[in-house]
Antibody, heavy 117, light 109 residues
Framework: QVQLVESGGGLVKPGGSLRLSCAASGFTFSDYYMSWIRQAPGKGLEWVSYISSSGSTIYYADSVKGRFTISRDNAKNSLYLQMNSLRAEDTAVYYC??????????WGQGTLVTVSS | SYELTQPPSVSVSPGQTARITCSGDALPKKYPYWYQQKSGQAPVLVIYEDSKRPSGIPERFSGSSSGTMATLTISGAQVEDEADYYCYSTDSSGNHRGVFGGGTKLTVL
């Protein structure tokens, strides 16, 4: 069965960096676009970024453009999100999700990122 | 920026039909997806590409669209359907950037 497991969340100070990982299993990872989606505490879902199956096409939400970098390693069945210059408003649960075909169909359980001094 | 608009809350009694709407200018061209999120859990896909239901989702969940409005219908809502529901689509610019509606809290009591 499809499984997505995020890791790498934690507490970081404003201006700091964090790298999230998502380990995928149960499907042919290299065939699918993937996405990161976040949810601030008590708030709704916010699309963050997506990456095409080969990694050649990438888009970001305006709120993270220039600070976050999405990438993938198809040999390792893994998705990543490098987050730099973190702000308090980046505090959220971050989910990785498989896209089928243009919307998320499977989601991980999420990893919490807290940006606070 | 592109937006999807949902009502903040909908309330029905068990067995009644719940309808949750989602409006957006690009919806006539971009099939909406619908997600159910129960407290403390990850979202679950309940409808994709406007009206398709993933395996394992009860038949009481259905989706439809007309013009710039999409509707998630839960026929004979159950207490266990109480959750937040989000619509999702991509913008019309061709770059497939995703956008979620603000979410609708469905209360069944």
């Amino acid at each position: 069965q499809v499984q997505l497991v995020e890791s790498g969340g934690g507490l970081v100070k404003p201006g700091g960096s964090l790298r999230l990982s998502c380990a995928a299993s149960g499907f042919t990872f290299s065939d699918y676009y993937m996405s990161w989606i976040r949810q601030a505490p008590g708030k709704g879902l916010e699309w963050v970024s997506y990456i095409s199956s080969s990694g050649s096409t990438i888009y970001y939400a305006d709120s993270v453009k220039g600070r976050f970098t999405i990438s993938r390693d198809n040999a390792k069945n893994s998705l990543y999100l490098q987050m730099n210059s973190l702000r308090a408003e980046d505090t959220a649960v971050y989910y990785c999700a498989r896209l089928f075909p243009l919307g998320p169909d499977y989601w991980g359980q999420g990893t919490l990122v807290t940006v606070s001094s | 920026s592109y937006e999807l608009t949902q009502p903040p809350s909908v309330s029905v009694s068990p067995g009644q039909t719940a309808r949750i709407t989602c409006s957006g200018d690009a919806l006539p061209k971009k099939y909406p997806y619908w997600y159910q999120q129960k407290s403390g859990q990850a979202p679950v896909l309940v409808i994709y590409e406007d009206s398709k239901r993933p395996s394992g989702i009860p038949e009481r969940f259905s989706g439809s669209s007309s013009g710039t409005m999409a509707t998630l219908t839960i026929s004979g809502a159950q207490v266990e359907d109480e959750a937040d529901y989000y619509c999702y689509s991509t913008d019309s610019s061709g770059n497939h950037r995703g956008v979620f509606g603000g979410g609708t809290k469905l209360t069944v009591l």
